[in-house]
């Protein structure tokens, strides 16, 4: 009953994200908090994933994807995508590891190191940035990823954060650490 309630809390604030805020754009912590709390519901605490993107398209709302298992040394993963609050595997993976290696060492879990909620603030500081270095008022929020080398090294792992004027055209790409540093802006 416990995990009904909670997800019934989790539909809601996505039905939120998707229908209000700013036009349904993920575009803070709290909005990115909501995506983690969905990737847990639908995956579970432990699961490990290789890849991570959320986007925005007007006409269809907030899309997630991921590359996603529960058992890392089973070397099998799952390509699943959500949109309009609706989940749906697209495709099975296996992956190629060097001999003597551990599976879950190329792969990351959503905790500290790795976190949603960061990436959010994350969002919402570039969308200031760009609007104070390229005077770009409301800019929309295209897309945010994480960059997961493949050689498992985390300390190698980058957040990027695409935005576009409100009216499109140009993307700009911002790249950052896991701990929050800049690194760099690229249009």
Known sequence: ???????????????TLISCGSGGQPVNAEDFKA?????????????????????????????????????????????WGMSRGFWEQSSEVTLEIPEGSKASDFMFQLNDKINLEKL???VEKSMKQLTSDKNIESPAFEMAYIIFPDNG???????VVMLEPETG??????????????INMDY
């Not at 090294?153 to 957040?159: E, F, G, L, P, T």
């Open 169 to 182: 055209g140009t993307s700009f790409s911002y790249y950052y650490k896991l701990d929050g540093e800049f």
């Open 35 to 79: 995506l983690g709390e969905e990737l847990k519901d639908k995956f579970g605490n432990d699961a490990y994933y290789t890849d991570f993107s959320v986007s925005y398209d007007e006409s269809v709302g907030v899309i997630l994807s991921v590359t996603v298992t529960e058992d890392p040394e089973s070397l099998q993963m799952g390509e």
């Open 120 to 122: 959010g603030s994350l």
């Open 153 to 159: 090294d985390v300390s190698k792992a980058n957040y």
């Open 1 to 15: 009953m416990r995990k009904l309630k909670k997800a019934s809390i989790v539909a809601l604030t996505l039905i």
